[in-house]
């Protein structure tokens, strides 16, 4: 099974692309005798070696005789997060003739004019803006209202124009600009450690530049010293980091959802690594600037006389040092609490009820060609003999099948009604609901739980009444206070409606992903509604891979031409859908946890000059009478105040900030007080072992000597 997609003559002029071998579409090939395709770069390579004279040859697609006219250029890929346009794309057919194959219909004026299920893509004309280019197409949109109000008057539908760019990021977006913002929190925290410990060892010059100083070097000199001392630091740095991020992109390779935009393009190009240069060299200046703002300041007199005794830097450089710690704990607690909230959604993510039971269930793919099974009876005859003999192959439990399995990325819908009294309000009589063809059995193999009425049974068959079943959500929209069972639905396809009785309602199933309830949900036998398109479900008491092979093999016994694709345990869907969350999570935790080390180490560093340049007075105070508890509590407390001051500082900012997490979390309150809570205890607990050490170094202070040394 290759991957394809239809697209209209003008597609790829549109998008700009010129043919690395042959040609690309042409308006001829709207024909839909046209036998003429186009090949991805890559499968032009795998699958005809890359021949120059693979132009012109000739193969068999989905039954019908097609000729490869061109190759598309290596670096072409439609990046759309749409089911029309999956990644593997192998070739590429003009449009019509996937109608004329799919619905029989040869021109676009033939489909049914409750069809949505295509994309445009457009060039707009120098100098027209979005704007403009969105009132002409609303006024298209309203012309065709006008002639099927049918189909578009209840549900908003129009035309939406966006940019594709804009359209292709707007789901992975939010989470990237929230790890940009943990990323450049993180920095900051560094920078502000770099700072104090720069700052701390300016302290400690202080006589060295004051007798620069008086020995005639200018404030610009001393001030060129230090950035440069810093600059060199920062560069350093940077070039270990660099080194470290061409493993760690590696590494992201492997955790990254398949969904992530040009996630296999990430590299360490010329413009990443100016920019890396270019952030090395703004926080060499950033961090550099305040020893060397430090060393203007300072009382030459005053340094002279106190540097020689190895003083603490007064009081202003205290205060600053201390607040930098303060500030570096609000920057942890924000990070902290984005990852306690990301790891509670993710938590009540993977506890969310999808509307069936993945584990033990295999699923596959099988997409009957409609040149060989073109009447309704065969196509149920291919279905109904692959059930019987899955369930008979030994560890198979049962087996079904559905035309749009949940979370593979297919769907379909369409303009639905119900049978009620015309003084019912519209939208209690019609909607676009999500429809699915499914096979007897498939519900109880994807442990989908029945609320009322029954499952599909054998007896619906083709003679038989017309049945439906719904979803739970279908009924809260359309029936919220009446029985479900016995009422009537339809989906008109552009024919007279075909009214269905209702047989049974289920539990909604999360189609498109596992975060977000999605529209009702309308399933058809498919005895009734034959579709050549099914995802089988298997569930079995082995481990599915291990069935995979027999399965194949099944197949390919009641038919030697058709192939199966997309083989995949449900459980593997599942966790697929989740890895966009996961990503999220991980880099976010790792840098909440990151931002805690580093808030530690801050901490740990200014309480130990602090209480180094403290000996004296602690000496003093242990002479007096002073014991070591009373001295670790001393060095204790000022540790847990800065603490303190900087939980203070960073829960409103925290609050602030976690509106931006809003759009990524799931069932969680973006002010969680529990979470804040727990985070606080986190950091607070943290604080207290990075002071433990510098108050345990405290109580061993030696008053006899330090007195001497006094």
């Not at 050549?532 to 891979?545: E, I, K, Q």
Request: glycine share 10%.
């Amino acid at each position: 099974e290759v991957g394809a997609a239809g697209v209209s003559s003008a597609f790829f002029d549109v998008l700009g692309v010129k043919a690395a071998a042959g040609r690309l579409l042409e308006a001829a090939d709207e024909d839909p005798a046209s036998d003429a395709v186009f090949l991805r770069h890559g499968y032009w390579q795998s699958r005809f070696g890359g021949e120059p004279g693979a132009v012109g040859r000739t193969f068999n697609l989905s039954g019908f005789p097609v000729a490869v006219a061109g190759v598309l250029p290596p670096d072409f890929e439609i990046l759309h997060p749409d089911a029309q346009f999956p990644r593997d794309v192998d070739v590429w057919v003009p449009l019509p003739g996937v109608l004329q194959a799919v619905f029989g219909a040869g021109r676009y004026q033939d489909l049914p004019r409750g069809s949505h299920f295509m994309r445009g893509f457009a060039r707009m004309k120098p100098g027209v803006t979005p704007a403009q280019a969105q009132a002409d197409m609303t006024a298209v949109a309203a012309r065709i209202q006008e002639k099927t109000p049918d189909y578009y008057d209840f549900e908003g539908w129009g035309i939406k124009v966006i940019s594709l760019h804009d359209d292709l990021v707007e789901e992975v977006r939010p989470a990237l600009l929230v790890l940009m913002g943990a990323v450049l929190f993180v920095l900051l925290i560094a920078c502000v450690n770099v700072a104090n410990l720069l700052l701390t060892r300016a302290v400690g010059r202080e006589r060295e530049i004051a007798l620069r100083t008086t020995l005639g070097a200018t404030r610009w000199r001393l001030t060129r010293q230090l950035l440069t001392e810093s600059l060199v630091l920062a560069l350093a740095g940077g070039a270990a980091a660099v080194t470290l991020a061409y493993g760690l992109i590696r590494a992201l390779a492997w955790v990254a959802p398949a969904d992530l935009p040009r996630a296999a393009e990430v590299s360490l190009d010329w413009s990443v690594l100016a920019f890396a240069l270019l952030l090395c060299l703004s926080a060499g200046l950033l961090f550099g600037l305040f020893p060397a703002v430090h060393a203007w300041k300072e009382d030459l007199v005053e340094s002279l006389k106190v540097g020689g005794r190895g003083s603490s830097g007064g009081r202003r450089g205290r205060r600053f040092r201390t607040a930098l710690v303060v500030a570096e704990t609000a920057l942890a607690l924000i990070l902290l609490a984005g990852a306690g909230l990301m790891i509670k959604s993710f938590s009540q993510l993977t506890e969310a009820d999808p509307g069936y039971r993945s584990q033990g269930v295999l699923t596959f793919l099988v997409n009957l060609p409609q040149v060989r099974y073109s009447q309704p009876e065969q196509v149920r005859s291919f279905y109904d003999r692959l059930r019987e003999r899955l369930e008979s192959v030994p560890g198979v439990i049962s087996a079904g099948a559905i035309s749009h399995l949940p979370l593979s990325g297919s769907a379909s819908s369409g303009t639905t009604r119900v049978r009620r009294s015309e003084t019912v309000p519209e939208d209690r009589r019609a909607g676009e609901i999500d429809r699915r063809v499914v096979t007897p059995g498939y519900f109880e193999t994807m442990g989908t739980r029945l609320r009322q009425g029954r499952y599909f049974l054998e007896s619906d068959h083709a003679e038989a009444p017309l049945v439906a079943i719904v979803d739970q959500e279908f009924v809260n929209r359309f029936w919220p206070d009446e029985d479900p069972l016995g009422q009537h639905v339809s989906i008109n396809f552009g024919g007279d409606p075909m009214w269905r009785e209702v047989v049974g309602v289920i539990d909604h199933q999360r189609h498109q992903s596992l975060d977000r309830v999605g529209r009702g949900q309308v399933y058809f036998p498919l005895e009734q509604q034959p579709n050549n398109r099914m995802y089988l479900s298997v569930r079995t008491s082995l481990d599915p891979s291990e069935l995979a092979p027999v399965v194949r093999g099944t197949v390919l016994e009641i038919d030697p031409d058709q192939p199966i694709s997309d083989v995949q345990a449900m459980s593997s869907r599942t966790a697929a859908s989740l890895s966009g969350p996961r990503f999220t999570l991980l880099l976010l935790g790792a840098f909440a946890v990151l931002a805690l080390v580093l808030a530690a180490v801050g901490i740990y560093g200014v309480l130990s000059y602090s209480t180094q340049s403290r000996r004296g007075e602690i000496g003093v105070r242990m002479a007096l009478g002073a014991d070591s508890r009373a001295v670790r509590g001393l060095v204790l407390r000022q540790g847990l105040l800065l603490v303190g001051l900087g939980l203070l500082l960073g829960l409103p900012a925290a609050l602030g900030l976690s509106r931006f997490l809003e759009s990524l979390l799931y069932h969680v309150e973006p002010t969680d007080p529990a979470i804040y809570a727990s985070v606080g205890g986190v950091l607070l607990l943290a604080a207290l072992l990075a002071c433990y050490l510098p108050a345990r170094r405290a109580t061993r202070v030696d008053p006899v000597e330090v007195l001497h040394s006094e």
